[in-house]
């Protein structure tokens, strides 16, 4: 177990030039890259930048982010072969114009001492945002499509905008899967008249914001985009910290919202749900502007609530007419444990519910003192260069086509018997043969997104033999590892691969985590099976066969699972993790949809799991199944069905069974006549089709915001709308004991909040019986459940 650091290591971290980023040697590589000399790390002052806080650094930026063949402008969408990481070292950089997001692009600052990027009194009137991360072309779109928007950081920066007199965004930040913005402050007008926003998100599909503070601003953040999560997010002076402009669910954690006018409006019609944790409102006028419409939208505007403190606030919650929904106090404090406002099945419904003082149920194996666990992605600020071990200087040469099994081996081992090591794994595809084992007390951290690890050839391949590329712990190992920035992956035909399995089991105090004990950790690790450059499974491999029958091409069978978390793991968080079976060729500037095919997405066993802001998509079997599990926190999920989907119909062409898996059966599930156990629904939508979500005879299971989507059947999306009756699939979620899979004990302790399908008759599945159907509870785009409980009654819900 890891304690604090050595007294000698902090007393290094004084005299310490700068930050390890910036001191280690710069030997990642853009494997696939045709340009031999590409850059991945570039230094702002390398590029002529200043930092002085007079200089005007604006061009010098662009020349770093922009050196090389780099992703935007007019017809390039996205790409993966040309990552940069761009880095800022302390220092005030002055700006007249945006800076402008590449795709693939990572900004990072020192953590200790965080670069200020400041907009000049001058800033140019067209600039809409000190930084563009997504700027609109004269056509008036977004360069870049917002939900193809993936694998971007923004860390350890200040955004200054306090100079410009007008309306103007810190952060302009369209953005989708495996994005973070994170330990960043916005420093905005503290004028309102001036119109500031620090973060403004029109569209999108999800990421992660986190560890943020926002002082001033019209607007602290104005957010739009199907799903996000957001933790830890500090407001001070702004006068609307956060305009949830729209959504189908935002999941919000550890927000501190102090002096400002209004804290959360979420009063639009077009914002689906808002589930809002462990946070803090004081000396704010209204906390939360709320807005639910008499239309047959009923499950609009869903609000849930637990863990909430409001400190002289003197209305809580007003509708969109100013009455007040719930009052506060002016000069005294008031504790939410939990408040509901939307739909509940409990299991039955709809019940249509409004209520404070709810007695949620609060597993205390995830929460750690009032809250619920939560622990940012370690940046090692303290530990000087030396401390990190190269997978370059190991040998290994993450060019996508030497073996480095045995290079890395050698590395994570030698991380893992070093208490002051890490391992650092520069950019680079390392093609690996065999299972690389990532032992016991090993910290990894890969350079920026662009360290992948790929599995390919013979041991990968056998659909009956599945096989890890990486094994992070034997089973029933215990011990500690933290692991962040890396992309785990496979090349070609790969059908036994499992991208990560995860059999670690890391010691608590009496089965709780606790500030000492914490548990092990996996940030910004993702699993991206297929349509990158290198892949071997890009449109001219493996393009799309709708006109076809039932007919696969072998050759893109790229995966057996993305993730196992096995029975004896225990005691793992995870942040901004996706596990993402590519549907489309990122390289293609037609976002061209390509066929690949993964059987399973993650499959969660063992204890005490927490899931924060997680995505898997396009799997074939499911995308989340948890058996046997206790205590799991998951917030916000998402999944999507794959595209092909009936065509062929799940679980082709995994037709075999693995009952140690506890796999799904199409066959016993998906009965053809009515006299079957499971009723038919109207129409008899496809039944053999993936699970989002699917849960076996599991304990204290809190899902805190999913989005579970099927948008297409065979390629065309016109299954998934209202009129045609959301019916791309007849079921999406399935919970059940352990009835018939050779599980003891049932399914108890289970909450879901805000739960948002599309494209799926049911719902929800309980043992069977499906318990909503979408037109119950039709929301935005999305049919929204408040509350899902499966115990049977209403368990401790009660009104005071
Ligand atoms: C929240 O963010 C701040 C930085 O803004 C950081 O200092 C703090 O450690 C974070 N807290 C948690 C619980 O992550
Ligand atoms: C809340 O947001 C809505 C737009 O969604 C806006 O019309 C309304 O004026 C806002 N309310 C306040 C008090 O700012
Ligand atoms: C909405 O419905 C409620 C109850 O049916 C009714 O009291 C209220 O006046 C309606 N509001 C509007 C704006 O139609
Ligand atoms: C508000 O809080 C103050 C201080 O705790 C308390 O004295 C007062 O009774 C509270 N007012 C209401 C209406 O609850
Ligand atoms: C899939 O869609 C195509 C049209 O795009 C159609 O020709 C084909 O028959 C469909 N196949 C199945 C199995 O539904
Ligand atoms: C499938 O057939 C349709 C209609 O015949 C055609 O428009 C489409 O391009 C075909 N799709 C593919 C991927 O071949
Ligand atoms: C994209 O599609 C257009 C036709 O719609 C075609 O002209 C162009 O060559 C395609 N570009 C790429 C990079 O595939
Ligand atoms: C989808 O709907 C459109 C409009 O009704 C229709 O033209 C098209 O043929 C449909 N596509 C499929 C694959 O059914
Ligand atoms: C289910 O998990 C419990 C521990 O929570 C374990 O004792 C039991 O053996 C597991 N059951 C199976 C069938 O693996
Ligand atoms: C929902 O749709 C089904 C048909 O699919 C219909 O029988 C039912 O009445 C509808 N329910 C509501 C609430 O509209
Ligand atoms: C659950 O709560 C709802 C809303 O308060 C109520 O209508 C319903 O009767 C309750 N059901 C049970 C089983 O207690």
Not at 87 to 99: A, C, K, Q, V
Not at 224 to 240: A, D, E, K
Not at 764 to 771: P, R
Request: net charge negative; glycine share 10%.
């Amino acid at each position: 177990m890891r304690g604090t650091l050595p007294f000698w290591l902090l007393a290094a971290s004084l005299v310490r030039a700068s930050f390890w980023m910036e001191d280690v040697a710069h030997q990642g590589i853009a494997a696939f890259n045709p340009d031999e000399t590409y850059p991945v790390f570039r230094n702002v002052r390398d590029y002529g930048a200043k930092g002085d806080g007079s200089t005007d650094d604006t061009a010098a930026i662009n020349a770093a982010i922009s050196a090389g063949n780099r992703c935007g402008g007019y017809g390039c969408v996205g790409t993966t072969i040309s990552p940069a990481i761009v880095y800022f070292p302390p220092g005030t950089y002055l700006i007249t114009s945006p800076i402008i997001g590449l795709f693939y692009t990572q900004m990072i600052g020192d953590p200790n001492d965080i670069a200020v990027i400041k907009g000049a009194s001058t800033f140019t009137r067209d600039g809409k945002a000190l930084l563009d991360a997504d700027p609109y072309l004269s056509n008036g779109k977004l360069n870049f499509i917002s939900t193809n928007v993936f694998f971007r950081q923004v860390r350890n920066i200040m955004f200054d905008t306090t100079a410009i007199p007008r309306e103007i965004w810190a952060v302009h930040w369209p953005s989708a899967q495996a994005t973070v913005i994170h330990n960043c402050v916005f420093r905005l007008s503290p004028n309102f008249e001036d119109s500031h926003t620090g973060i403004y998100m029109e569209e999108g599909s999800g990421g992660m914001l986190t560890d943020l503070v926002f002082y001033g601003g019209k607007y602290g953040a104005q957010f739009g985009s199907q799903q996000y999560t957001v933790r830890n997010l500090t407001f001070s002076g702004s006068q609307t910290a956060i305009l949830q402009i729209w959504n189908w669910g935002f999941t919000y954690k550890s927000l501190s919202i102090n002096d400002c006018e209004i804290g959360l409006n979420m009063s639009s019609p077009d914002v689906g749900s808002v589930t809002l944790l462990d946070s803090s409102f004081a000396n704010v006028g209204t906390a939360i502007i709320v807005g639910r419409y008499n239309s047959s939208a009923t499950g609009l505007g869903s609000l849930m609530i637990q863990n909430v403190k409001y400190t002289n606030v003197p209305t809580v919650m007003e509708d969109l007419d100013g009455n007040a929904v719930l009052a506060g106090n002016a000069t005294g404090a008031v504790f939410e444990h939990g408040y509901a406002k939307g739909n509940l099945y409990s299991p039955e419904g709809p019940f249509v519910f409004q209520g404070r003082d709810i007695a949620f149920d609060q597993p205390s194996v995830l929460k750690l003192d009032d809250q619920y666990y939560e622990r940012s992605k370690p940046q090692y600020e303290n530990y000087p260069a030396s401390s990190f071990l190269s997978a370059r200087n190991y040998h290994a040469m993450g060019n996508g086509i030497t073996d480095d099994t045995q290079a890395l081996n050698v590395l994570f081992q030698a991380a893992a018997s070093s208490s002051t090591s890490i391992a650092f794994l520069d950019a680079g595809f390392y093609l690996v043969t065999d299972t690389v084992y990532i032992p016991a007390n090993a910290r990894i951290v890969g350079e920026g997104l662009a360290a992948v690890i790929m599995g390919a050839g013979e041991k990968f391949s056998d659909v009956s033999n599945p096989y890890p590329v990486i094994q992070i712990g034997q089973p029933g190992e215990t011990g500690y590892i933290e692991m962040s920035d890396v992309i785990v992956s496979t090349q070609g035909p790969t059908a036994g691969a499992i991208a990560i399995q995860y059999n670690l089991k890391t010691p608590t105090l009496g089965g709780k985590v606790t500030a000492d004990t914490p548990p092990s950790g996996l940030w910004d690790v993702h699993v991206r099976i297929g349509g990158f450059g290198g892949s071997k499974l890009q449109v001219a491999d493996c393009p799309i066969t709708p006109n076809i029958t039932n007919i696969i091409e072998p050759a893109c069978i790229a995966g057996y699972m993305s993730m196992h978390i096995t029975p004896s793991a225990g005691n793992l968080y995870m942040e901004n993790n996706w596990l993402w079976v590519a549907d489309h060729d990122i390289e293609d500037w037609n976002q061209t949809r390509i066929d690949v095919f993964v059987g399973r997405g993650l499959l969660m066993e063992g204890s005490n799991i927490w899931l924060v802001g997680n995505a898997v998509e396009h799997h074939a079997l499911y995308q989340y199944q948890l058996v046997n599990v206790t205590g799991v926190w998951m917030g916000q999920i998402q999944t999507e069905t794959p595209y092909y989907q009936p065509n062929p119909q799940a679980p082709y062409p995994f037709t075999q069974v693995n009952t140690d898996l506890y796999d799904p059966d199409f066959i016993a599930d998906c009965p053809t006549t009515s006299a079957s156990t499971v009723d038919l629904l109207p129409g008899d939508p496809p039944c053999a089709m993936a699970w989002a979500l699917r849960i076996l005879a599991s304990k204290d299971v809190m899902v805190f915001g999913a989005g579970l989507y099927s948008f297409f059947n065979n390629y065309s999306t016109n299954c998934s709308t209202n009129s045609a009756g959301e019916n791309c699939q007849a079921r999406i979620f399935s919970v059940q004991d352990g009835t018939g899979t050779g599980l003891a004990g049932s399914t108890t302790g289970l909450q879901v909040y805000n739960l948002n399908t599309i494209g799926s008759v049911s719902m929800l599945t309980n043992k069977g019986e499906d318990m909503a159907i979408w037109n119950q509870t039709i929301a935005t785009y999305a049919s929204t459940v408040g509350i899902f409980r499966n115990d049977g009654t209403n368990g401790s819900l009660a009104t005071s």
